[in-house]
């Protein structure tokens, strides 16, 4: 998957840094706002497929976002 870091040995995926603080801080700003444009939901869910990329299960929650 690229955009992760993969630990085969540990059995860990992880975002990297700059990807975790970045997404983090959208989501907190969305939720703090109460409110988004389209153009921000769709970066939302966008980030949220990609991380579902990783847990496939993940992907049924997205329903009630879209």
Do not use: M
Request: hydrophobic letters at 40%; charged letters at 25%.
């Amino acid at each position: 998957v690229l955009g992760w870091k993969i630990d085969t040995r540990s059995l860990l995926i992880s975002l990297p840094a700059d990807n975790f603080n970045s997404w983090s801080s959208d989501i907190r700003q969305i939720v703090d706002n109460k409110r988004a444009s389209q153009e921000e939901l769709d970066t939302l869910v966008g980030c949220l497929n990609h991380a579902s990329g990783v847990l496939p299960l993940a992907r049924y929650f997205l329903d009630r976002i879209r």
